[in-house]
Every structure is written in C-alpha cells, then in structure tokens.
C-alpha cells in the first residue's frame, strides 16, 4: 500500500470515528455519574432525522445542528426520569427509547416527506462540510509532512474538530473540575455525596443532558455531514460500537478516543478493502469485510469487560436515606 493510499484511509478513520467519539464521550458523562446509557443508539437515529429534517425544512445546517441537539436532550431527559425519578431499570429504558428511535423516525419521515422513512438530499449550503484553507495547496508541495497536514489536519467538518477538542476538554471538566469530581463520586458513592449536601439527582440530570448534547451532535455529524440528509436505519449499530469503545476503555476519555479511532480505523480499512485481492486468501468476501467492525466489538468485549470495573453506583437508582 503506497503512502497517499495510507493518508486516505486515515483520513476516513478521522472521519468515520467522529460519531463513535462524540458518542462514547456522551456516554462517559452519563456513566460516570452512575446511569448506565444503553440507548446512545436511539438518540444519535433521533438526533440524525431531526437534523436532517431540520436543515432540509429551514436551509441550515445550523438550525439541523440545534434541532438535533435539541431531540436528542429530550430522549436523554426521558431516559432521566425514567432511571432518575422514576428509579426504574436503566436498561430497559435504554433499550426502550432505542426502538422508539427506530419506529419513529421512519414514521415521521415518511408521514412527512413521502420518501421511504428518509429525508431529502441537502445541498452543500445545509451541510457541514469542510473546507481547506487558501495555504493548503501550498502546504502539499512540502515532501510527506506537508500531505500529512493537508489531508489529516486540515478540510475536515467543524463538528471533526468538535469531537476531538471534546476529549482534553472532557478530560480537564472531569478530572480538574468541582463538578467532574462531583460527578464522579455520583457514580462511585452516592450517599457520600448526599452526606455532603449536594443534590444527586441534580448531578445525575446535568450528566443525561451532556450525554443528550453529545449524542445530538454525533446524529447530527452522520446526517449533515458526513451524509447528505437521513437514511433509515443510518446509525447501523453506532451507539453500541461507542458503548463498547467505552468499556474497552475503562470509562477514561483518551483511551476512548484511541478505541474510537481503532474502530474508524477497521471500518476505514475495511471500505479500502472490498473487492480486493489479498495474497493467499484471495478476494475477501464483501459481507465479511463489512462484518468486522461488529466482529471487533464482540472480540473486545468479550477479552476486556471482565477486566474493566465501571462505576461501583452505575445503574443503580439511589434512593435518599431519611
């Protein structure tokens, strides 16, 4: 494999694991402070069709961005009472709002656009797309260093650049802030945190809504951006790659976005790799290509989560000592 054909997978693994990242990252909040997120799934689908019938109704991307943020926080806070107030099983409410997603956006999409469950095709002006800045063909004619740049750093959507500023960001609110510190005793030990005078049930919300935030930002990504408005189904699975990534690693936020890239990676790969001739095996089947990123993630979690120990509170609803 020569060295542009590198740069391009590359290239997509930054792309293809931008949903996965904003989605594990969305996860990490909600599970750190001790709600299990089973339904990342339902609310990147709810947050992709809003999007994308956002952007196409209004022209804007950015009304599509708002919209899907603003759905997606709606499926969170549902998720919230249901686990929060209304102390009821935190995986039977994920796994709920997950086929709520998947009836509904099909539903709606085609009660409102007659088009099979989808959306119509945006044009460029209601998308986020990238665009290189005027030195980036300058930048080409310096010898690797300068490809390395143009393709990997510079053209990519806002919400790339979105996604991979979140991880120091996330890192520094929960490991050098009052609330991450407080957000992570939620998970650990919640009475402790109650003893002290903080609402747990407030910390527990706030952390349903940056999961909800998140999760609409990476729907939105896959809509608007990264396609050109929504397909049935177009998640594929999404939500659980993220939730495993997550696991993999040990609910910490630059492990997550190393297994995040892993997974865009194989993805990347694989989409290089269909049709192609490989030597002794001969041509790889599409299907099995297309299955490995499913098949990574059962392989992951079947070495890894016996090993990785998630919040000692997590998905257990805390009930106030009287």
Known sequence: MDFNATLLILDSTLRLSTPLLLAALAGLYSERAGIFDIGLEGKMLAAAFAAGAGASVT?????GLLLGVLVSVIFGLVHGFA???????????????????AGATVLLGQAWFRQGGRTPQLSTDQRFLGSEPNFAAELRDIPIVGSIVSELVLGHSLLVYIAFIMVPLTWWVLFRTRFGLRLRAVGENPAAVDTAGISVTVLRYKAVIICGALCGVAGTYLAISQSGGFNNNMTAGKGYIALAALIFAKWKPVPVMFACLLFGFLDAAAIRLQGAELPVIGRVPVQ????????????????????AEPPRAGGVPYVKER
């Open 59 to 63: 022209g804007s991307a950015y009304a």
């Open 288 to 307: 099995f290509i297309q299955a490995l990123p499913y098949v990574l993630t059962v392989v992951l979690l079947a070495g890894f989560i016996g090993r």
């Open 83 to 101: 686990s929060i107030t209304a102390r009821g099983n935190q995986i039977v409410s994920g796994v709920a709002l997950n086929f709520v997603a």
